[in-house]
């Protein structure tokens, strides 16, 4: 008998590592045959097994288990959270009247079934973000009550960045958040971990809730994926104590991950048509944004700095963006799509690679190319629609060049000033923003290789006339 047990132990230890093998050297072929990624991270022993040992079914069973018991009891009461919202009177309706309340349902049980669904998606990539919902719900019934008692608050001529990716927005949006005096804005630990919210003027509790961050989010990530981080560092750099994008504020507005549901199951989001990019959830996110703006301007009733706002997305949907905030700022960074496209493709690659079953629909670089090239029209055409409909106001837009903008980031940001403050930002404020930008001239650690040819795009491709005539006639 304890010979059998030896006997088949042994065989499931050499299945075990034969199938490990095999995983860990497609993940190799495949990096070395298409991704071509510099500083490839390994994913940990637990998540290669975890992907070996559960698979797509078990990961199918597992997001099924938590459906019907902790994900149905979170959205439980966040829909009643959502109803008493109602009640009260003094939260937006988009946000919570019965029409919202279905449409959270219908949201989360079609996150579940893209899940399941997902050929691409390894096993605990599924089983992780869909778990993220527990998070993002406690969340979003805490904010929802919050945003009730700030129902009062308005937001007052916000700025946003609206703007391509890879256009040095990232730069800019940190490098103006220099100025604590003027500015207000998200961290990226606000949007991890937005309860409680702490207001930007306590050094000593955000400090706390960066650690908090890193210790509970960041760090466990590091262990399950190592070298993960670091390797998107390459790309962007994310630090908890950083100002970061908006994207990271809809998540709890959601019950999921937008920005990563967009990347991770853009094959299944495509097939029902792109609904997390539709005009009608914009106007939704705008308006959660709204609200948790509110709630933050509460903890510091006396303070009149502007928010200071950034998300690549905006371009797509800048009528719902002034639909909810008509008085806002709007900064413009151009750069011709030819050196935009290959770092975009790029960066999707990165981020999803060890998420993803390598050589599945939507993972080559081939189809990254294509993916990057519709998202890439699709927030251009915002752009040019917009610009046509609202011809330039120098009071509500500037625009830049990313070939003046990069080399000249503190004197373009005087303009910036000058048309939000009417003057130019103190010499105090200067040398702060020159300080930061000395400290992050390498804030990408090492480079990633890429190309059009990388991404299977040609020059004919990505020539988008319309744009390049209308902002580019004079870039070099």
């Known amino acids: 008998m304890a010979l059998g047990i030896a006997v088949v132990s042994l065989l499931l230890l050499c299945y075990l590592y034969l199938k490990l093998r095999a995983a860990d050297c497609a993940f190799v072929e495949m990096n070395q045959r298409d991704w071509h990624i510099h500083l490839l991270p390994k994913p940990s022993l637990f998540a290669r097994l975890f992907n070996i040992i559960i698979d797509k079914r078990g990961a199918s069973l597992l997001i099924t288990l938590l459906e019907k018991t902790a994900i149905a009891s979170a959205l439980k009461k966040s829909v009643r959270q959502m109803e008493e919202a109602e009640a009260s009177g003094r939260v937006p309706a988009i946000l919570c009247d019965a029409a919202a309340r279905q449409a959270m349902r219908s949201r989360l ?5 893209d899940m399941r669904a997902s050929v691409t998606l390894n096993a605990l990539a599924k089983v992780s973000n869909y778990a993220g919902a527990l998070h993002y719900f406690s969340n979003h019934a805490g904010l929802l009550k919050l945003g009730a008692e700030a129902h009062n608050e308005v937001v007052r001529q916000p700025v946003f960045i609206v703007s391509m990716p890879r256009t040095a927005t990232t730069i800019l949006h940190r490098t103006l958040a220099t100025d604590t005096s003027r500015w207000r804005a998200f961290d ?22 960066a650690e908090k961050v890193q ?32 994207l990271g504020i809809y998540d709890s507005g959601l019950g999921f991950g937008y920005q990563d549901t967009l990347m991770l199951l853009y094959p299944e989001q495509r097939a029902r048509g792109m609904p997390l990019e539709s005009a009608e959830l914009a106007a939704y996110r705008y308006a959660w944004l709204d609200m948790v703006m509110r709630i933050h301007q509460t903890l510091e009733p006396d303070s009149d700095k502007t928010w200071l706002m950034k998300d690549p997305n905006h371009t797509a949907f800048l009528p719902q963006l002034r639909q909810q905030f008509p008085d806002a700022r709007f900064i413009f960074t151009h750069r011709p799509p030819r050196e935009i496209l290959p770092s975009m493709a790029k960066l999707f690659v990165v981020f999803t690679c060890i998420f993803v079953e390598p050589g ?34 120098e009071d509500h837009r500037i625009d830049f060049l990313f070939s003046e903008l990069a080399p000249n980031m503190v004197e373009c940001i005087g303009r910036i000033y000058e048309m939000c403050f009417d003057e130019k930002p103190t010499a105090e404020a200067k040398a702060a923003m020159q300080a930061y930008l000395d400290d992050h001239k390498r804030d990408k650690k090492g480079n990633q290789p890429r190309s059009l040819q990388d991404f299977h795009l040609t020059e004919a491709k990505i020539a988008f006339e319309e744009y390049s005539n209308m902002f580019l006639r004079d870039s070099v």
């Open 215 to 246: 210790k509970n989010f960041i760090e466990p990530l590091k262990r399950i994926y190592p070298g993960w981080y670091e390797c998107l560092e390459t790309m962007h750099a994310m630090k908890p104590n950083q100002v970061d994008e908006d």
């Open 188 to 209: 990226l630990a606000d949007m991890i971990m937005p309860l409680p919210p702490i207001p930007r003027s306590d050094r000593a509790r955000r400090d706390q809730l």
């Open 360 to 393: 599945a629909p939507g993972t080559t670089s081939a189809e990254w190319g294509q993916y990057a090239l519709e998202k890439t029209n699709f927030f251009l055409s915002g752009i040019v629609d917009y610009t046509k409909a609202n011809p330039p106001d």
């Open 109 to 113: 049980a079609n996150y579940a079934d």
